[in-house]
């Protein structure tokens, strides 16, 4: 089992839909989580951490469970800008935090 | 501060051939991470550097791979020899020491080996 599963999509929406995307992590000693956004042949860059609580930043929902080991992202309203690979990172502690990766899934919004 | 330099851009290149990939972190930052990115596998972590010293190669596909960071501000990826199956876009990413922190990525160096 990877260490980071997403579905890989493609996600085809048409603009103003919500749009939720799941990250599953198979270790439970993870502690840090991210959402990266990568946009075509360019470098991925971070979108917004996540929270044990639940944040929020504009239209973009993050949400960690722990129990069952995954992260959401929520995107509202979504705009054409919005189309791109959507990464779910996770950190795991060994002495040293380094994060793993998803395969990302992949969004298109179109008008 | 400029953000991770990776030279070069773009790299053809012919099977058999060395490759040296280039990569200036971000001043002050402990990591450096080597990933290499591909359609079939995505992004996987190849090697990492912490203040300079190699962390955990496990990431290094085989021997032809190999690594080296001589001071905080500068790291190599080396291929020697090169084949086909090592095209890619590689790239190098900085951090600092502490958790919840994120990676900061170059703009990647795009490999093609004929």
């Known amino acids: 089992r990877k260490e980071v599963e997403q579905d890989p999509g493609p996600f085809n929406v048409p603009e103003g839909a919500t749009v939720a995307f799941n990250c599953t992590y198979s270790?439970?000693?993870?502690?840090?989580f991210f959402w990266y956004r990568q946009d075509c042949r360019k470098e991925p860059k971070l979108l917004m951490s996540?929270?044990?609580s639940g944040n929020e930043d504009g239209r973009f929902t993050a949400q960690l469970n722990r129990a069952s080991q995954y992260i959401s992202l929520l995107i509202r309203d979504s705009k054409l800008s919005d189309s791109a690979t959507y990464l779910c990172?996770?950190?795991?502690?060994?002495?040293?935090?380094?994060?793993?990766f998803g395969r990302g899934t992949s969004l298109i919004v179109h008008p | 501060d400029a953000g991770v330099i990776q030279s070069p851009r773009h790299e053809v290149t012919e099977m058999g051939q060395e490759v040296t990939l280039r990569c200036k972190p971000i001043?002050?930052?402990?990591?450096l991470f080597w990933y290499r990115q591909t359609m079939m596998r995505g992004l996987e972590l190849l090697i990492y550097?912490?203040?300079?010293?190699?962390?955990?190669d496990s990431g290094m596909p085989e021997d032809r791979f190999s690594a080296k960071m001589p001071n905080a501000s500068f790291s190599t990826l080396k291929i020697q020899p090169s084949e086909p199956r090592d095209s890619a876009v590689y790239f190098c990413?900085?951090?600092?020491?502490?958790?919840?922190?994120?990676?900061?990525f170059g703009q990647g160096t795009r490999l093609t080996v004929v």
């Open positions: 001043s002050g930052h402990d990591y």
């Open positions: 990413a900085s951090s600092l020491a502490r958790g919840r922190t994120e990676a900061f």
């Open positions: 990172v996770v950190t795991t502690s060994g002495g040293s935090y380094i994060p793993t």
């Open positions: 270790n439970s000693a993870s502690q840090s």
């Open positions: 550097f912490n203040n300079n010293v190699p962390i955990d």
């Open positions: 996540v929270y044990s």
